[in-house]
């Protein structure tokens, strides 16, 4: 008598994922990309703003926003350019890249 267990019927690569269809998993993606992208970068955007403050503007606030706007708009601009390129129209199955 041997102790081995049957083996299992194999799973396909796709089904260890959600039930999502793949579009809606892309957006989810591309909105969390870019959400951690304007947290990243606007906390750059206003430490870099602080540390002008303190060292060449007398300790002003205008310097961190500045610096928070500078870093958020940024990150914008990369994830509007994101969407952007989703949408570019294709031509026999293959991306068309604009200049």
């Given at each position: 008598m041997s102790d081995s267990v049957a083996?299992?019927?194999p799973q396909a690569p796709g089904s260890l994922r959600s039930?999502?269809?793949m579009s809606e998993a892309l957006l989810n993606e591309k909105w969390d990309h870019c959400?951690?992208?304007?947290l990243?970068?606007?906390t750059l955007g206003a430490s870099f703003g602080v540390i002008f403050s303190v060292l060449?503007?007398?300790r002003r606030a205008w310097p961190a926003f500045?610096?928070?706007g500078f870093g958020a708009g940024r990150a914008w601009e990369?994830?509007?350019?994101?969407?952007k390129r989703?949408?570019?129209?294709?031509?026999?199955?293959?991306?068309?890249?604009?200049?």
């Open positions: 083996p299992s019927s039930n999502r269809p959400l951690s992208t304007m990243i970068r606007s060449l503007f007398k500045v610096g928070f990369e994830c509007d350019n994101s969407f989703a949408a570019a129209p294709t031509r026999d199955g293959l991306r068309t890249m604009r200049q």
